[in-house]
């Protein structure tokens, strides 16, 4: 039995965000070091099901196909925060009118939309590493050398948009990703994280060539607010190759097979895809301290092999999943289920 390929690299440790403010409270930052390093050991655990490969370098010119050169240039201007500081942005200017200047930090509320993605000196390293473990998982998976692989890519990436980063999120990996995939096939992306993948469903907005679809809280109470309702459908030859559905907090397994086999399943079956990304989140998990949907350890496994039965080529990408004690346990499950793809 072949094993499935993890990408990482330990750069992407560097960066540790420490603080964000919840309703004017200060909060130790979810979004740590040590959820990744949950999702390696349970891994490491498993020699026998699992390559842990150490991903190379992404190409410059991968990251600037999805992102602008504004942004990239306010990520190395991080790099010159001092060392053990970090900057929040905290001045976020009517984008119609402000002149952005990207060699200035102060500038940075211009290139994001909440007060929850710090940058520091380390942001750039951290970010650009994540976004390699899910090009190169992709790049495995388009080169047919895999039927499935996994990039354990952190910091997250599916709320991170064209030219602006926010909800943790920088680079958009599970974008870069299908930016890859798409030279050799139509991509869908499904987004099983709990909250909305905004930046994912902005950048293929007007694609007919990637299908984004969707499952999660609703955005009248949770992260992003602004986005993810089942009105926003794409626009101009976009026009139906966006979905969003939404399930009610406390939802658990039942209403999430059930939407996966009704809606999802004939939705990407439907568009008829070379590959599948999965960007998959566990704040999906019955003790996420952020999201509000009841999944347990055993359940991931079941909405692995579910995804499985489309029978794609598939390359996972980490996304969000803040209770990290389980996180990893909850990944390993959900690659278990995927298993199916190998033989
Ligand atoms: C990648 C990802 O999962 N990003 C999520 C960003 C969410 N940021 C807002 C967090 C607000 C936390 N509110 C706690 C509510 C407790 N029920
Ligand atoms: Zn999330």
Request: charged share 20%; hydrophobic share 35%; net charge positive.
């Amino acid at each position: 039995m072949d094993k499935i390929p993890v990408f990482f690299n330990i750069e992407q440790l560097n960066f540790q965000p420490k603080y964000e403010w919840v309703l004017g409270k200060k909060i130790k930052h979810p979004e740590t070091t040590r959820r990744a390093q949950s999702i390696y050991r349970a891994l490491k655990k498993e020699p026998e099901a699992f390559d842990i490969i150490t991903t190379p370098e992404i190409p410059l010119l991968a990251l600037r196909q999805t992102h602008n050169s504004q942004l990239i240039t306010l990520y190395s201007t991080a790099q010159n925060i001092p060392e053990g500081e970090t900057f929040h942005p905290c001045v976020f200017p009517q984008r119609k009118t402000a002149q952005p200047d990207p060699n200035n930090i102060n500038h940075a509320g211009f290139f994001c939309f909440d007060s929850g993605t710090p940058l520091n000196n380390n942001t750039w390293t951290a970010a650009t590493w994540s976004a390699a473990s899910a090009y190169h998982a992709a790049k495995q998976v388009g080169r047919g050398k895999s039927r499935v692989a996994y990039a354990l890519s952190r910091p997250p990436g599916h709320h991170a948009n064209k030219e602006s980063f926010g909800g943790y999120c920088y680079f958009n990996n599970a974008a870069i990703a299908a930016r890859e995939l798409r030279k050799k096939g139509r991509v869908a992306i499904v987004d099983i994280d709990f909250h909305h993948g905004n930046g994912t469903q902005d950048i293929f907005y007007e694609n007919d060539q990637v299908l984004t679809i969707s499952i999660h809280g609703n955005p009248k109470r949770h992260f992003p607010f602004f986005a993810g309702f089942p009105e926003e459908v794409g626009s101009g030859k976009g026009k139906g190759f966006n979905m969003n559905i939404i399930l009610p907090d406390g939802s658990g397994l039942k209403p999430y097979l059930k939407t996966l086999k009704t809606i999802v399943l004939p939705a990407v079956q439907h568009f008829e895809p070379d590959y599948l990304i999965i960007a998959a989140g566990f704040d999906t998990y019955i003790h996420d301290p952020i999201g509000s949907f009841e999944l347990s350890t055993q359940d991931y496994e079941k909405i692995g092999q579910v995804l499985a039965s489309i029978k794609l080529p598939t390359t996972v990408i980490q996304e969000g999943g803040y209770f990290t004690r389980d996180l990893g346990d909850n990944v390993v499950s959900f690659l278990k289920g995927l298993k199916g793809l190998l033989s």
